[in-house]
C-alpha cells in the first residue's frame, strides 16, 4: 500500500522562527518520487521540489531544505526564517513507480501560520 | 503560456443538475491528471491521460463522472446527477515529465 504521512496537522510560528513539517512515506517499490507542495488561501497547488528514491541528497534553495531519508522513510521540509508568505498548507505526495501508476498520493496537509 | 487554467472557478448547482468542468494544460505536456480535494484533505486521484488516451481511472470515478480528452489538448469533467458529497475542488494538472503542475481548481457547491 501507498501512504503519506503528515503527522502535524497545524503549526504556528513567529516570523523568523525556523519550522520543520514532517513527512513519512510508506511504498514497497523501490523506485518512487517524493514531492513537496505548496497550497496558499488562494487554492492553487504550487510545486516546490521533486526527489527521486536513488537520491538521498539533501537540497536547499534559499530559506527552504528538504532532509531525505530513506532508512526512516522521511521527506522532511524545513523553512529558515519563516515569514507571514509562508503561510499556506503544505502537502507531502509520493508516486510510486513499480507498477506504472502515474498518480500522485498526497498527506493530509500541514497547515502552517506563520505570525507577524 | 502562463500554466494549467480551469473554467469555471466556482460553480454553485442544484442536486441532480450535470456540470462540466474545463482544464487547459500547459501546451507542451502530454500527461493530464484530475483530481478532488475535499475540506481538510489532500487532493485525490480521480483520472489521467496521455494525449487523448484515458490510462489509469479511481475507483472514486464513479459512472456517473465521465473525463474526456478528444484531441489530447484541452479536458472536460462532467459530473451528472450531482449530489451533495460531490462538493469539493476539483484540480487538474498537467506534466511532460515526473512532476505534476497543478491549475487553480474549480470550487463545486452542491446545494
Known amino acids: 500500500a501507498q501512504k503519506v504521512t503528515q503527522a502535524q496537522t497545524e503549526i504556528s510560528v513567529v516570523e523568523k522562527e525556523d519550522v520543520t513539517l514532517d513527512c513519512v512515506y510508506e511504498?514497497?517499490?523501490?523506485?518512487?518520487?517524493l514531492f513537496w507542495y505548496k497550497q496558499p488561501p488562494s487554492g492553487e497547488l504550487v510545486f516546490l521540489i521533486r526527489?527521486?528514491?536513488?537520491?538521498?541528497q539533501n537540497e536547499i534553495s534559499g530559506r527552504y531544505s528538504w532532509n531525505f531519508q530513506k532508512s526512516t522513510s522521511s521527506f522532511n521540509f524545513t523553512i529558515t526564517a519563516s515569514q507571514v508568505v509562508d503561510s499556506a498548507v503544505y502537502f507531502c505526495?509520493?508516486?510510486?513507480?513499480?507498477?506504472?501508476?502515474?498518480?500522485?498520493?498526497f498527506g493530509k496537509g500541514t497547515k502552517l501560520t506563520v505570525n507577524p | 503560456d502562463t500554466g494549467v487554467s480551469q473554467d469555471p472557478r466556482h460553480k454553485i448547482t442544484k442536486r441532480g443538475q450535470n456540470v462540466t468542468f474545463r482544464c487547459d494544460p500547459i501546451?507542451?505536456?502530454?500527461?493530464l491528471y484530475w483530481y478532488r480535494q475535499t475540506l481538510g484533505q489532500g487532493p485525490e486521484f480521480l483520472t489521467y491521460?496521455?494525449?487523448?488516451?484515458?490510462?489509469?481511472k479511481s475507483r472514486l470515478l464513479s459512472d456517473r463522472f465521465s473525463a474526456e480528452r478528444p484531441k489530447g489538448s484541452f479536458s472536460t469533467l462532467e459530473i451528472q446527477r450531482t449530489e451533495q458529497g460531490d462538493s469539493a475542488m476539483y484540480l487538474c494538472?498537467?506534466?511532460?515529465?515526473?512532476?505534476?503542475?497543478f491549475g487553480p481548481g474549480t470550487r463545486l457547491l452542491v446545494l
Open positions: 494538472a498537467s506534466g511532460g515529465g515526473e512532476t505534476q503542475y
Open positions: 511504498t514497497r517499490d523501490t523506485t518512487y518520487y
Open positions: 526527489r527521486n528514491s536513488f537520491d538521498e
Open positions: 505526495a509520493l508516486i510510486p513507480r513499480g507498477g506504472g501508476s502515474e498518480k500522485l498520493v
Open positions: 501546451s507542451e505536456h502530454n500527461r
Open positions: 491521460f496521455q494525449n487523448e488516451a484515458q490510462l489509469e
